[in-house]
């Protein structure tokens, strides 16, 4: 079995991380790179989307500071 690295990461371990945090925070997460020339930018390209949206899906917003922090208004 040959596994394939991208630096010091192993390139089948990256389904395995989204997966373990997708169950453990009970989100889903759908990515799909259309085009690249390196898996190397495509990792990156992954990553730093899933960085963008935690970073909006943590942050308040001081317009919504009276409401509760849900789509559906409950909690």
Not at 3 to 16: I, S, Y
Not at 38 to 55: D, G, L, P, Q, V
Request: net charge neutral; hydrophobic share 40%; proline share 1%.
């Amino acid at each position: 079995m040959t596994v394939v690295h991208v630096g010091d990461l192993q390139l089948e371990l990256l389904e395995d991380f989204f997966d373990g945090f997708t169950h453990h925070a009970g989100a889903n997460l759908h990515a799909k790179v259309l085009y690249g020339r390196s898996n190397h930018h495509k990792i990156e390209a992954i990553f730093k989307c899933w960085a963008r949206a935690m970073r909006y899906a943590c942050s308040t917003d001081e317009r919504l500071k009276d409401q509760l922090p849900s789509t559906k208004g409950l909690l």
